[in-house]
């Protein structure tokens, strides 16, 4: 008499697989159902002959339910098992892992201790299966102690030949914020896949050693050929380091590689040229793809954002609403990360509407960019009502706000608002103290500005980088401190950099030191021989000192080497649109001609009535 197909293991655990892969959990459950209603087919006996077939049937029952999400009924099917095997244990500690990585871990523990294995009294043995499980949970956790624990094991065990508990092993390590155990691991490893490299590649990336990264690229295309993954692994080296050639090159051995339409492959390439500022480049890639999806088009919104192309981000943005396409919290952060002074306030205050719309409000990601939005548009209040309103903040969502009260001068606030940030648990990081300083700047306060960055290591470990010393420079520059300052840059240890000069020269020129000032232009000269600020500073003195040749000297330089003083720039917005004003281009606006109309007839008004008031004194 021939049995029924549901009551064939082997034809069950294929359907139970399915159930599992396609996360059918109805289906699955019904297929649970045949297992009950036929206890004495599916009966787990340690003398059973036919007890393998009968396990591999409860095996993948587990392994349905953990796939479909369900890790109770997966520990339920798991605690009904009489015997169990390395299988049953591996399914549970998957699905524990997806429930938390603590879990996981635990169901590994009593693993460990279990005496329990089909047709003998002796204790379950892990295999490769379980250790790149668990160590998938270890750097799920980024639990440094458990990671090595289970190395520990791997090694007593005899597994560490095994290429994929390899694998899992330098990935773990990665995670775990340990890069040289993963590297030791890899170095140690007989036998290496392309698996092997793209996580080494990966991990070095992500832990921004990225020199290393791309070394490793070169060195394992002599032995395995790269895949897609590997390429994007390569890519976000090359972003990280701004390796533009590096970043090119690869780009042609994704071409050969036939993967250039790869989606994965595509967006890394746009972060590439995107960073390195070759946004002709990032577009060329942008336009190749035919079905991008969010995380590329998120890409090319901050690249353009990054580029200084604002206007290019807001049309597109505006395009992909317009389109219906899907738009996602990662999309509206990046646009509100293009807005700036000169930004469409209309338009920031439709994204708003829009994120409203869409419930982001939750997300703190676009909550601290509709802070920055805000502030940077001249609305320090709706700044402080998003903040306010914002459920849980970070040291972003802090920075945020400290920076948009010394954005608008207000240094006593700021100080109050660092207060409440250390009191509510959040760490200050070099963003912090950037605003701190500013906040400095605009109440006077040199003496506390230069305690503040002597704190910044010895007090909360954040190393002082240049963008704080240029602050400092500005700060006592503001304060009329010039000789100071000039100390403060040559005894300090970025007395190279242009960026310091650059603000003592500014001071020097609003306080009209022409000493001092002439002294940092040279210095500036030095550094940075392509700079026209400096040539324009020193015109300037020469000018003041009527030393007309050295003056015209100067000039001639600056027009030898094709340099052009930074022009000014004016904008109003007007009925949703920004209009901008170049100092000294009659032809800056489309409608300049009737702008100059305008101001002709207004001049003319405002002559009539100057004469009309002269007479009248007169009389």
């Known amino acids: 008499m021939s049995v029924p197909a549901l009551l064939n293991y082997a034809y069950l655990s294929g359907l139970l697989s399915s159930c ?9 459950a019904a297929l649970h159902a045949t297992v009950i209603k036929n206890p004495a087919h599916f009966l787990l006996c340690p003398l059973r002959p036919s007890l393998r077939h009968v396990l591999v049937a409860w095996n993948a029952l587990v392994s349905m339910y953990a796939r479909c999400g369900r890790h109770e009924d997966a520990a339920r099917v798991f605690d009904e098992m009489r015997v169990r095997d390395s299988v049953s244990w591996n399914s549970l500690i998957a699905s524990a892992s997806s429930s938390g990585a603590e879990d996981a871990l635990v169901q590994f523990r009593q ?61 773990a390590y990665f ?28 991990g070095m990336a992500r832990a921004e050693l990225y020199e290393d990264s791309i070394m490793l690229f070169r060195q394992m295309r002599r032995t395995v050929d790269a895949n897609n993954a590997t390429y994007s692994s390569s890519l976000l080296a090359c972003a990280g380091s701004l390796a533009a050639k590096g970043g090119q090159q690869i780009h042609g051995l994704i071409v050969k590689a036939g993967l250039e339409t790869d989606l994965h492959v595509q967006s890394g390439l746009m972060d590439v040229y995107s960073k390195c500022g070759l946004m002709e480049d990032a577009l060329s890639v942008f336009r190749s793809c035919r079905d991008p999806d969010e995380v590329f088009l998120t890409v090319i919104l901050v690249g353009f954002a990054q580029n200084g192309l604002e206007e290019k981000a807001f049309e597109l943005f505006a395009e992909m609403v317009g389109e219906g396409i899907c738009i996602d919290t990662n999309m509206v952060s990046a646009v509100l990360g293009a807005f700036g002074a000169s930004a469409p306030f209309a338009l920031g205050k439709q994204i708003h509407a829009l994120v409203i719309k869409k419930c982001f409000g ?29 459920p849980s903040k970070n040291s972003i969502s802090w920075n945020s706000i400290i920076s948009a ?74 304060a009329g401190l010039l000789h100071d300052a000039k100390s403060f840059i040559e005894d300090g240890p970025f007395k190279d950099n242009v960026l310091l000069w650059q603000a003592l020269m500014g001071a020097c020129s609003f306080h009209g030191n022409l000493e001092i000032g002439k002294y940092a232009a040279e210095k500036l000269l ?66 300049s001609a009737a702008v100059d109309d305008v101001l002709l007839q207004l001049s003319a008004v405002a002559g009539d009535r100057q004469h009309g008031l002269m007479e009248g004194n007169a009389l």
């Open 20 to 28: 599992g892969r396609a996360a059918d959990h109805r289906l699955g």
């Open 111 to 171: 693993m460990l201790r279990s005496p329990f294995s089909y047709g003998s009294a002796t204790r379950v043995s892990c295999d490769h299966a379980t250790f790149t499980t668990v160590l998938s949970a270890c750097a799920q956790a980024a639990s440094l102690a458990a990671c090595t624990m289970v190395h520990g094991l791997v090694v007593s065990r005899g597994f560490e030949t095994e290429v994929s508990v390899g694998n899992a092993l330098v990935t």
């Open 175 to 202: 995670e775990c914020g340990s890069p040289g155990s993963a590297k030791r691991v890899f170095h140690g490893m007989a036998e290496r896949n392309v698996i092997t490299w793209t996580g080494m590649i990966s």
């Open 362 to 390: 939750r997300n703190m990601y676009v909550c601290n960019g509709l802070v920055n939005m805000y502030s940077k548009c001249g609305e320090l209040q709706e700044s402080v009502q998003v903040f306010d309103e914002t």
């Open 405 to 478: 009260f010394a954005r608008h001068g207000q240094g006593s606030e700021v100080f109050q608002l660092f207060e409440s940030m250390k009191a509510n648990g959040a760490n200050p990081t070099d963003v912090t103290f950037l605003s701190l300083l500013h906040g400095c700047s605009h109440v006077g306060s040199a003496k506390k500005g230069l305690e503040i960055l002597y704190s910044m290591s010895s007090q909360y470990g954040v190393l002082p980088r240049v963008e704080h010393y240029s602050c400092v420079v500005d700060m006592l520059g503001r």
């Open 526 to 591: 030095l550094v940075d021989p392509d700079s026209p600020s400096a040539y324009v500073l020193l015109s300037n003195i020469y000018s003041t000192e009527g030393r007309w040749d050295d003056r015209a000297k100067v000039m001639k330089k600056m027009r030898e080497m094709g340099l052009r003083k930074d022009t000014g720039k004016s904008w109003i917005e007007l009925e949703k649109e920004v209009h901008s004003f170049v100092v000294g281009s009659p032809t800056s606006h489309p409608d």
